[in-house]
Each structure stands twice: as C-alpha cells, then as structure tokens.
C-alpha cells in the first residue's frame, strides 16, 4: 500500500514539473492572427533585441496583411526573455496561461521563443488573416510583460477591391 501511495505521488509531482516546464506546440490548432510562414516566403526581416531594461529594441512601423516577416531575435541581457507575438486576445490568453505556469520555456511553438541569454532564434510568421487592432509581441516569461516588456505594431489590413 506504501509503494502504491508513493508511486502515486511521485508520478504526481513529474506530471507537475513536466507541465510547467515546457509548452510545445503552438496556443492552438489554428491562429487567429497567421501561420507560420517558410523561408522562401519571407518578404522583410526584423532583427529584435530583448533587453534587461525590459525593452524590446526594433524598428518595425506597421505589419501589412499578406507579408511574412523573418524575426531574428537575439536576447542581450543576462536574463532568460521570450518573444512571443500574437493578436490581443491571444496575447492576453497566454499571460493567463503564463502566470499559471511560471518559468515554462517554448519548443517547437511557431509564435513564440525562450532566449537564453546571448542567445539568437527566430520566427517566420505569415501575416494572412486580418488582425483587429494590433500585433503585440510580448516577454511573459517572469511576468516581464508587467515591466513594460511588450510593443504593439500597427496592422494594416488589405484593402478589398
């Protein structure tokens, strides 16, 4: 009965750990604000810098529907950042998830990176579905989002003839 119990409780704890530690896969089978994009496709690139002023350093005026945008971020401080990007809602949905679950890092998700420090990746976002007010990239890695880590671009929907 012993061995059951800590079994139990030992398989308990790894499912925990397991759960906030990593989140693969993207926030849902379908975005509402694109897709990923491919390499092939990219129409501009953005390099980013993530800061420890909790800051996100990048000269980007206005995303238009239809590009797909190459983000090369590289993270210049000594903390571990995330760059995520997304539509408001979205964004609003993973600070939810986020605080819940502090200090999980992103793999294999298309929309989001965890940056190391020094660290460089990047993601190829295809910008094909209308977004209702703008593209926000946020750090909600440690609650930076709560610092001030976020920008919010300018969506420019194409224009229907």
Same mark, same amino acid.
């Given at each position: 009965?012993?061995? +059951?119990?800590?079994?139990?409780?030992?398989?308990? /704890?790894?499912?925990?750990?397991? +759960? +906030?530690?990593?989140?693969?896969?993207?926030?849902?089978? !379908?975005?509402?604000?694109?897709?990923?994009?491919?390499?092939?496709?990219?129409?501009?690139?953005?390099?980013?810098? /993530?800061?420890?002023?909790?800051?996100?350093?990048?000269?980007?005026?206005?995303?238009?529907?239809?590009?797909?945008?190459?983000?090369?971020?590289?993270?210049?401080?000594?903390?571990?950042?995330?760059?995520?990007?997304?539509?408001?809602?979205?964004?609003?949905?993973? !600070?939810?998830?986020?605080?819940?679950?502090?200090?999980?890092?992103?793999?294999?998700?298309?929309?989001?990176?965890?940056? /190391?420090?020094?660290?460089?990746?990047?993601?190829?976002? %295809?910008?094909?579905?209308?977004?209702?007010? %703008?593209?926000?990239? !946020?750090?909600?890695?440690?609650?930076?989002?709560? !610092?001030?880590?976020?920008?919010?671009?300018?969506?420019?929907? +194409?224009?229907?003839?």
């Amino acid at each position: 009965m012993k061995r +059951a119990i800590a079994s139990l409780v030992l398989l308990g /704890a790894s499912t925990a750990v397991t +759960a +906030a530690g990593v989140h693969s896969g993207g926030h849902g089978s !379908a975005y509402s604000f694109g897709e990923p994009g491919k390499p092939h496709e990219v129409t501009r690139t953005i390099e980013v810098k /993530a800061t420890d002023e909790m800051r996100f350093v990048f000269d980007l005026p206005a995303i238009k529907q239809g590009e797909t945008i190459r983000f090369v971020v590289t993270n210049t401080g000594r903390l571990t950042h995330e760059f995520s990007l997304g539509d408001e809602a979205t964004q609003r949905a993973h !600070a939810r998830m986020m605080e819940k679950m502090s200090g999980m890092q992103h793999e294999d998700d298309p929309s989001a990176v965890t940056l /190391a420090p020094g660290e460089t990746k990047e993601i190829i976002w %295809k910008f094909n579905k209308p977004i209702n007010g %703008k593209v926000v990239f !946020a750090c909600f890695h440690d609650n930076h989002h709560r !610092a001030g880590m976020t920008a919010r671009v300018d969506f420019e929907k +194409a224009i229907e003839n």
